[in-house]
């Protein structure tokens, strides 16, 4: 599937679905879209297509850590920063996603993604799909961290 019938199957998809979603600029993806209220809870998601893996979709929510969370995590030092790392690439790796800690916006924030490579498969059904286990992979996360952090 080419980019651009790519970008416009998902965007055909979510029309048909819809849902609410606007283009992002980005130098790294062939193209982005963010939905701003995707499935039962209603969060923001992320669908992209990677420059540096032509014909794979990545979907995925990121989960923004409380201030306090923030705080605590900002005072780690770089050992500390990486046990913790680990613990949530673990927890994580056990609900079969794939995790980022990232900062955006002054936030700490733990990204979550579904990964659909199996190129001849990406179809209106698996997008759905991978977008409502983002969704709850999303809230699994969030409590994780509230349990642990």
């Given at each position: 599937?080419?980019?651009?019938?790519?970008?416009?199957?998902?965007?055909?998809?979510?029309?048909?679905?819809?849902?609410?979603?606007?283009?992002?600029?980005?130098s790294e993806n062939l193209?982005?879209?963010?939905?701003?209220?995707?499935?039962?809870?209603?969060?923001?998601?992320?669908?992209?297509?990677?420059?540096?893996?032509?014909?794979?979709?990545?979907?995925?929510?990121?989960?923004?850590?409380?201030?306090?969370?923030?705080?605590?995590?900002?005072?780690?030092?770089?050992?500390?920063?990486?046990?913790?790392?680990?613990?949530?690439?673990?927890?994580?790796?056990?609900?079969?996603?794939?995790?980022?800690?990232?900062?955006?916006?002054?936030?700490?924030?733990?990204?979550?993604?579904?990964?659909?490579?199996?190129?001849?498969?990406?179809?209106?059904?698996?997008?759905?799909?991978?977008?409502?286990?983002?969704?709850?992979?999303?809230?699994?996360?969030?409590?994780?961290?509230?349990?642990?952090?």
């Open positions: 599937m080419s980019a651009s019938r790519m970008q416009d199957n998902v965007a055909r998809w979510l029309t048909h679905e819809s849902m609410s979603f606007e283009g992002v600029k980005s193209f982005q879209v963010l939905v701003k209220h995707a499935r039962q809870y209603g969060i923001p998601v992320d669908i992209f297509e990677p420059k540096s893996q032509p014909g794979v979709l990545v979907i995925g929510a990121k989960v923004i850590m409380k201030n306090s969370q923030i705080s605590r995590y900002l005072g780690f030092n770089e050992e500390e920063k990486e046990k913790f790392e680990q613990k949530v690439t673990n927890f994580c790796n056990s609900i079969q996603v794939i995790s980022k800690i990232i900062t955006e916006d002054g936030k700490q924030k733990v990204g979550v993604y579904v990964v659909l490579d199996d190129k001849e498969n990406i179809n209106q059904q698996t997008v759905f799909d991978a977008l409502d286990r983002v969704s709850e992979m999303h809230e699994k996360t969030s409590r994780f961290l509230l349990k642990t952090f």
